[in-house]
């Protein structure tokens, strides 16, 4: 992942996640708002390269993966040199996302069979929802009431 902090505002937060189908060795970037006086954080891009080809530059020390990720995000906005202030580079394997094909349907297949009928054990967790905190209380918030509504039953 590189985070890039920017010299001008973000209106919002936008940006692309990738399938494997397209051709850039990209996974996501994503661009953020921030204002220093205000909340500390400066605007801000993260571009995050795909597990296949960040392993290369994890087994290199993370040399030049600011310049590979740098143009990469070139060819989707070519003026993005003269917006950039400091670039940070985090290159540890162990936060590389991975989004295994054909992981949503097993999800959305294993919640309709916990959600058919009563069950002595029920699963939550974020990797049930998102891959974030929030998917993982929305889930806990659903699955109570799912616990709730098949035991009144
Ligand atoms: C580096 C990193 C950065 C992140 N940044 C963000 C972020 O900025 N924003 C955001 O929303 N989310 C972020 N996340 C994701 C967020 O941390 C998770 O989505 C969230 O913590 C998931 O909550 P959870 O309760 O499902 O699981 P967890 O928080 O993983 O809780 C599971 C708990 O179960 C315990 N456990 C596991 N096995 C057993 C066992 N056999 N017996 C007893 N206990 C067990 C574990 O020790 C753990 O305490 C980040 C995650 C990582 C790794």
């Known amino acids: ?8 505002e973000v209106e919002k937060v936008h940006g692309l996640y990738f399938t494997r189908d397209t051709q850039t060795p990209l996974n996501f970037y994503k661009f953020y708002p921030g204002d220093p006086d205000k909340d500390g954080k400066p605007p801000r891009l993260w571009v995050s390269i795909k597990a296949e080809r960040l392993q290369h530059y994890v087994a290199d020390n993370g040399e030049n993966l ?3 990720a740098t143009d990469c995000i070139r060819e989707l906005y070519p003026d993005i040199d ?3 202030r400091e670039t940070v580079v985090q290159y540890n394997g162990y936060i590389t996302p991975e989004f295994p094909t054909g992981q949503i349907r097993r999800v959305s297949e294993f919640l309709a069979t ?6 002595n054990i029920y699963y939550v967790g974020d990797y049930l929802s998102g891959a974030g905190t929030g998917c993982s209380c929305a889930i806990g918030r659903r699955t109570g009431r799912l616990v709730a509504r098949h035991w009144q039953e």
């Open 1 to 8: 992942m590189v985070t890039y902090i920017l010299n001008h």
């Open 66 to 68: 600011q310049a590979f």
């Open 82 to 84: 003269k917006r950039i």
């Open 114 to 119: 916990q959600e058919a009928g009563p069950k």
